[in-house]
């Protein structure tokens, strides 16, 4: 059996924790690794690698911490290939899913490699007489993050480069459901050159969390999951006064106006709604048809119904099963209970099978229509490939809808009327919106910006924010006399 590595002050080691964690192929739930539950000593060696490594990495010039990143782009680059297999095999997803979640990690290392010009202060000269200020932006020490099964390449790399870019170092602790492919980033990362302890990956689950939010040598943690674990995370983070930034779970809406291209709808919603069985953060879970566009419903509904599910290998798998029995189990718990509070099941893919592999996670797409806001599917967070519909008679009323909804990760407009899709970007209380796009994630020069009970804290991550979410500014007001200073003391606040 193969044991997931722990990696401390740069080596990888097997633990020697007693409880292991399987990890599964969710095509056929066979076991392929077995990940451990690091102990407290492994963490506590962990966070003091990252201590001891951050008195000599925060002095390194930020022109070399963008080197490592430049080297590391390459090599994640070349081994694109073989890291998605890893991710394919360990999540479910299809290869060329699996490419797009190693690719929208690269991306961010892209922006990481950026980081002279991102770390660079402010001045202003004379601010009084003979007097100018200026400031600096300075790393905070150790960050850590804790990171999802759904994108195990890019959510990782959402964090730690940003972080170490800046000057910090780095504890991660990946999804116990997907541990092996966080393994492999961190194999190129010290391929590229990265110093002993400047990142460091333990695993394991809650146990192995709670330790990172409350040592006092730990700064500042990054979070993406689901809500309570979020607001659990950012309660204890805070409460041992460090810096948290926590991405949770969503129900993202889509709005259909009846000048929409056709078309474009149907094709943007099959891939948006059941694509990677549902399991993304930005995935389309509700769509809202207005008016004469309802018309479409049937339409989309046949276009889901063919949509096949299979095996990561095969071409024409159009996703992969969801991730654990348990997830599958709660996801026909949801189905089920639209069948019983009255939704309209249009397509049904609760008995669902793939021949050769019976024993894994599937579930065929499902639409649900009539669905209204009392309902257990429109309430919760599905993550699986189901779709809700429901109806509004104007766009006010889709906006209310949507507003109403306590999540805010992302949302999206169809139509090709302006004024239409101007008054939604303004006034939808949803922090990334698509107009014409299915599913608005930001490239890694701005940030991603959920809102409501889709994130907590105030700094997203990568673009600018991330920059100041992991570092300090210090601003120095000086002044370099020729002279002796006239007069007696200053006895006032002014600088003059
Ligand atoms: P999860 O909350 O179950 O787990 C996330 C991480 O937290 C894992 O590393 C896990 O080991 C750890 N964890 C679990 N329970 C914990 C506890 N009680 N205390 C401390 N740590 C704990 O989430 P998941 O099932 O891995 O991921 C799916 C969720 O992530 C969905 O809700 C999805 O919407 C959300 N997500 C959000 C974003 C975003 O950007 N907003 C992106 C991706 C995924």
Known sequence: MKHVPLLINGEFKNSDATQHIDVTNPANNEVIAQAPCATEDEISQAIASAKTAFETWKDVPVTERARLMMRYQALLKEHQKDIAETLAQETGKTFDDAMGDVWRGIEVVEQAMNVPSLMMGETAENVARGIDTYSYTQPLGVCAGITPFNFPAMIPLWMFPLAIACGNTFVLKPSEQDPLTPVRLAELFKEAGAPDGVLNVIHGGKEQVEPLLTHPDIKAVSFVGSVPVGQHIYRTATAHMKRAQCFAGAKNHTVIMPDANKEHVLNNLVGASVGAAGQRCMAISVAVFVGEAQQWIPELAERIKAVKPGPWDQKESAYGPVISPQAKERVLRLIDSGKQQGATC?????????????????????????????????????????????????????LTLVNNNPYGNGTSIFTSNGAAARKYQHEVTVGQVGINIPIPVPLPFFSFTGWKNSFFGDLHAYGKQAIRFYSETKTITSRWLEDDIPGGPNMTISLG
């Open 346 to 398: 249009l397509v049904d893919g609760s008995d669902f099978t793939v021949e050769g592999y019976e024993n894994g996670n599937w579930i065929g797409p499902t639409v649900f229509s009539d669905v209204t806001d009392e309902m257990d599917i429109y309430k919760e967070e599905i993550f699986g490939p189901v779709l809700s519909i429901m109806n509004a008679d104007s766009l006010d009323d889709a």
